[in-house]
């Protein structure tokens, strides 16, 4: 079995609960036998994000007995990486600014006979992927707040074919093996946000893909409902010239009805089943069990 540079990147918006568990030992089973278990925290949600949290998730990760290297990277302490991305990204003519909001958005997506649909959701129609450039100049002087997209039609035409990416568990309807993506499921996805007197906000899919190829991340285990969001990250990593890992998704902790564990479902926390006497065996098995029953 091959080993792997791997890494758990929680979100320190609240404490961590048996699915975080979970994610955590299946990233770091992934690097035994000679590989490197990484931690990154993902705290680019300024507004949710607190040091405390992050705090108590690295407590709870150690009476757990999860090791990870010293070295942890806060997403908070790249914002220079994730902009020298843009740049790159628009210095190729990639991108484009985007003044929709989302109630204009969903208007125009109603009001189109066909509009093309995602996954689960009409896709964003291109609106200002068409406006011409004075109309984009007069409001970007303006200072109109706006969200970059990425041009994913013309990030198409730039590659040298699809990107692809091996799928070393499996994707939500059983995908596995080597997946040619179709990063136009997810359509033209947002980069970053631009609010007047607030500075630039980096979106989730350019911040991974530069925080994994940072680390040196070369297997990205994570839960599958990002397994579409990998779609788009292949296609960005292929623009950027970034190396590109495997992948591992994976089951999503359930309870024994099928109820997803996380943060806005209740789920136990750590500290919760320590207070009623778990031991940290056991709160790793139960993580482990919680896991096999949703596949």
């Known amino acids: 079995m091959a080993s792997y540079i791997t890494r758990f990147a929680p979100s320190p918006t609240g404490p961590l609960h048996i699915g975080h568990v979970?994610?955590?030992?299946?990233?770091r089973d992934l690097a035994r036998g000679g590989g490197r278990f990484l931690l990154r925290i993902d705290d680019l949600d300024r507004a949710r994000c607190r040091p405390e949290y992050e705090t108590m998730i690295c407590e709870d990760l150690a009476w757990l007995g999860i090791e990870w290297e010293p070295q942890v990277r806060r997403q908070s302490d790249c914002l220079g990486?994730?902009?020298?991305?843009?740049?790159?990204?628009?210095?190729?003519?990639?991108?484009?600014?985007?003044?929709c909001t989302r109630k204009e958005i969903m208007?125009?997506?109603?009001?189109?006979?066909?509009?093309?649909?995602?996954?689960?959701?009409?896709?964003?129609?291109?609106t200002c992927r068409a406006l011409d450039n004075a109309k984009r100049q007069a409001r970007l002087d303006a200072g109109d707040a706006y969200a970059l997209r990425l041009d994913v039609r013309a990030a198409l035409a730039r590659v040298a074919g699809r990107p692809e990416f091996i799928e070393l568990g499996a994707g939500p309807s059983g995908e596995t093996g080597e997946i040619v993506?179709?990063?136009?499921?997810?359509?033209?996805?947002?980069?970053?946000?631009?609010?007047?007197?607030?500075?630039?906000?980096?979106?989730?899919?350019?911040?991974?893909?530069?925080?994994?190829?940072?680390?040196?991340?070369?297997?990205?285990?994570?839960?599958?409902?990002?397994f579409f969001a990998t779609h788009i990250q292949r296609l960005l990593q292929r623009l950027l010239g970034l190396p590109a890992p495997v992948y591992r998704h994976h089951?999503?902790?359930?309870?024994?009805?099928?109820?997803?564990?996380?943060?806005?479902?209740?789920?136990?926390?750590?500290?919760?089943?320590?207070?009623?006497?778990?031991?940290?065996?056991?709160?790793?098995?139960?993580?482990?069990q919680t896991g096999a029953v949703s596949r």
């Open 181 to 226: 993506t179709q990063p136009e499921l997810l359509g033209d996805a947002v980069l970053a946000r631009f609010e007047p007197g607030g500075g630039e906000a980096c979106s989730y899919h350019l911040a991974v893909v530069v925080d994994d190829a940072g680390q040196g991340i070369s297997c990205v285990s994570r839960g599958n409902d990002l």
């Open 22 to 27: 979970y994610a955590a030992l299946v990233a």
């Open 107 to 126: 208007r125009e997506v109603t009001q189109a006979q066909n509009a093309p649909h995602g996954l689960d959701t009409p896709l964003y129609p291109g």
């Open 251 to 288: 089951a999503l902790a359930v309870d024994a009805n099928g109820k997803r564990l996380a943060k806005r479902h209740d789920a136990l926390s750590v500290r919760e089943l320590r207070g009623q006497g778990m031991t940290a065996r056991q709160v790793c098995d139960l993580a482990y």
């Open 81 to 99: 990486e994730y902009s020298e991305a843009l740049r790159q990204l628009r210095f190729m003519g990639l991108t484009y600014p985007c003044f």
